[in-house]
C-alpha cells in the first residue's frame, strides 16, 4: 500500500507540471460537475468533465511505461524485497483507478442529461474495458519504446491484430473492437506477459535517450575509425555518430511504417477522415526536428570549448547543421506525402504545394524551438508549442477533414511569422546562455 | 561452506565473451568485519560485487550471502543487504526525499532516525530534485537510500570518490560508528588506499581476476615486509627470495618486498645475500603497489 501511494505521488505530483495538470484537472472537473454548464446537447457537460479528467490522468495513463522503467533500472531496487513486484501491483493499481476515473467521469458528464440520452451498463463496461486496454497498450509499449522505440510496433501489431483479423472477415463491428473481448483479452495476456517478464529479469536497462548521451560521447571520440576535421567531429558528436541523410532515412522508414498501419485500419473510413488522420501523423516530424534540435542544444555544451568560435558562431554553425536535419527530415517526409498523395483517391482539395509546405513549416518552427531550449525554459516555449500545434491542426488537418478546397494562407503566413520569431528568440537566449545554470535546468 | 560466513565465494569465475574477469576467486567474510577491496582499474571489483550480490550470474564457483546463493537471494536475505554502487543510479526527476520515502516503502524496517541524523550530518539537500545535485551530493544520498534499511551487510562500490576531503573523513568516521553500533559486515572497494587502511579490518586485494591477498589487514602489515639491504659489494644479479614481491637495486643496497614475513627469516636472509638487513615500515599503500609491481 505504501508503494503504491508512492506511485501515486509520482504519478500525479512529482513535477511542477504534474501538479498544475492535476489541480487544474480537479478544478475543471469539479465545476463541470457543479455547474454543469450546457456545452453540447445531449451530454450537457461532457467536454468540459472529460477535459478535466484528461488532464489529470494524461501523465499516469500514458506515460506509466516511462516511469516504471526509470524506476526499475536501479540495481540497489533488486536488493528491495519484492521490489518489482510491488512496483507492478502500484503501475496496475494506478492504471485501474484512472480507468475508474475515467468511468466515473462518464458517469458524471450524463448524471443530469435526460434518461433517454444516458449510456447503458454495457456501454460503462465497454469504456472501462477500452480505458484500461488503452492503458495497459500506453503501458507496455512506452517501457519498450523508452528503450528502443521500434519494439513498441510490435507491440502494437500483437495487441492490434485479432481484432484487425476479426474486422477484415467482418466478424465484429469496427468501432466496438477496442473495447471488445478479444481485443481486452489481448491487452491482458500482453500485460500478464510483460508482468512475468518484468519480474524474471535480472537487469532492465536504462531509458535509451540516457544510454545515447553517455555512448554518444564514447563512440563519436573511441570508435571512428578515419580522421576527421573538426567540423566533422563535431557534428558527430552533435548528432549522437549520426548524419542529416541517415536521420532522414529513419524518418522515412518510421514514416512509411506508420502510415502502412493506418492505411490497414482506417482504409475504410470517409476518403476526408482518412487524408486528415495521415498527413496530420506526418505533420508529427515537428516533433521529431524539434527534438533533435534540443537535443543538439543540450550536446552543445560539451563542444563550448573544443569549437573555437564564440558561442553566436557556434549558434551559427548549429542552427546550420538543424537546418540541414530539418531539411534531410522535410525531403524524407515530402516523398512520403508526395505517395500518399498519388495513393489516396480522391486526392484531398488543397493544393500539393501549400500541403508541403503546411507540413514543413511548422517543422521548421519546432527546429528553432529546440534550439531555444539550450536556455531559460518557461512559459513562452510551452505557448510556441500550442502555437505550432494550432498551426498544424488549423492549418492542414481541419481543412483536410471538412475537404474544405481553400488553403489557409494566411495560417502559413502566421507560422513563418512565428518561425522568424523563434529563431530570433534562440539567437537571444544564446547569446547569453548560462552552460550551467542550462544543465541544472 | 561455513554457516556463519556473511559472504562466501568459491572457484567463482566470471566471463565476458573470451575474457575472464574472475578466475576462480575464492573468499569469505564473517559478522562484524569491515573489508576493504582493492584492486587496479579493470581487476574486476565490481564485476565481483555484481556477482556477489546477484545482479549477475557467475560463469562457474559458487557465491553465498547469508548462506544463500546471490542468484536466488530471498526476500528476508535482500532485506539485510544495503548497497551503494559505483554510479548512482537515482531517477534525475525526483528529489532526493521521494527517492528516501519510495526505498522506504519496501521495507518493513526503516530508519527514519538515522537517516534524517545523516543527512544533517553530511548536509544534504533532500528537497532538491536529484538532477540538480553534485556528484558528491547524489553519491551522499545513495548511501543514506542503502542504509536506511539497518542492513547486516552493507556492500559499497568507490563510495567516497565523488567527495572532497572533509566529506570523506566524515563519511568514513560515520561508517566505522555504523559497524561499530552492530556487528555489521561492510564490503568496500575503493582507490583511495588510505581510506581502506584507515577503516578497514580486513582486505582483499584483486589482481587481474585473482585474489593477490585475503585476510586481517593487520596481519598483511605484519607479514609483508621491506628490507633494505646492505651488502660490501655490488649486488650482481636480481634477487630471488622466497614470497618476493619486488626488488629494487641500486648499487651495493638493494631494497626488497617480502610476503610471508616471520622474524626468524632475517638472519637467513643476511646470510644469503651477504648483507645486513633493515625493517623499514610499510603502508598498505607500498604492499599495493609492491602486490603490482
Known sequence: MSTFLQLLRIGFWMLPLQRWLTLFGAAVLLAGMIFHPPVNSPGPTFPIIFLGVGMMVLVPLFAGGVFLRMLSTSRALLLRPHARGRLLAGATGILLLSASVWVFAYWAAYGQAPARFRPPLEEYSLILAMTLSSGTLFAVALFIASRSPLWTLLIILFWQAPGLLLHISGVEDASRLLGGPVSFGMSILVWVAFCIWYLRTRRIHASAWGRRQDAGAAVATATVPQPATREQAMSRWLLANQSAPQLGLYCLLAALAVLGIQWIFAREVDAETLQAIMFGTLAIVAVVTGAVSKSMAARSRALWLPAGRTRLQLYGWIERQSLLVTLAIGVAVGLVSMLVWWLNMPRPSIPLAYLLSAMLVPALCAGWLGLMQQHKRGLLDVLAMIAIAAGIFYGLVRPLYTGSPAARWDMLGAQLILAVLLREMAWLRWRSADWRRAQRG | ?293
Open chain 2, 1 to 293: 561452506m561455513t554457516s556463519e560466513a556473511v559472504i562466501e565465494t568459491r572457484g567463482l569465475v566470471k566471463e565476458a565473451g573470451r575474457r575472464q574477469i574472475l578466475k576462480g576467486v575464492s573468499l569469505q567474510a564473517a559478522p562484524g568485519e569491515v573489508v576493504g577491496l582493492l584492486g587496479k582499474n579493470g581487476a574486476g571489483k565490481s564485476t565481483l560485487l555484481d556477482v556477489l550480490l546477484g545482479f549477475a550470474l557467475p560463469s562457474a564457483g559458487d557465491s553465498r550471502v547469508f548462506g544463500e546463493s546471490s542468484a536466488r537471494l530471498s526476500a528476508a536475505s535482500k532485506a539485510r543487504i544495503g548497497f551503494v554502487p559505483q554510479q548512482d543510479e537515482l531517477m534525475s526527476l525526483m528529489t532526493g526525499a521521494q527517492h528516501l520515502a519510495l526505498a522506504a516503502s519496501f521495507h518493513e524496517q526503516w530508519d527514519r532516525a538515522l537517516i534524517g541524523r545523516l543527512a544533517r550530518e553530511w548536509e544534504v539537500p533532500l528537497d532538491r530534485r536529484i538532477g540538480t545535485l553534485s556528484g558528491g551530493e547524489r553519491q551522499k544520498i545513495a548511501t543514506l537510500l542503502a542504509l536506511g534499511n539497518k542492513p547486516d551487510l552493507l556492500v559499497m562500490d568507490e563510495p567516497a570518490s565523488g567527495l572532497d576531503p572533509v566529506a570523506r573523513r566524515q563519511f568514513m568516521v560515520t561508517l566505522l560508528e555504523i559497524a561499530a553500533e552492530t556487528n555489521r559486515t561492510i564490503l568496500f572497494s575503493s582507490h583511495i588506499v588510505s581510506d581502506i587502511e584507515r577503516v578497514a579490518s580486513h582486505v582483499w586485494i584483486l589482481r587481474e581476476g585473482e585474489i593477490a591477498w585475503q585476510g586481517e589487514l593487520d596481519q598483511l602489515k605484519e607479514s609483508t615486509v621491506r628490507l633494505l639491504l646492505r651488502a660490501e659489494r655490488e649486488f650482481s644479479a636480481p634477487l630471488s627470495l622466497p614470497g618476493q614481491l619486488h626488488c629494487e637495486l641500486n648499487g651495493c643496497s638493494a631494497m626488497v618486498v617480502l610476503r610471508d614475513w616471520t622474524a626468524d627469516r632475517l638472519p637467513e636472509i643476511e646470510r644469503a645475500t651477504q648483507s645486513r638487513a633493515e625493517l623499514v615500515p610499510l603502508t598498505l599503500e607500498d604492499i599495493f603497489l609492491a602486490v603490482h609491481a
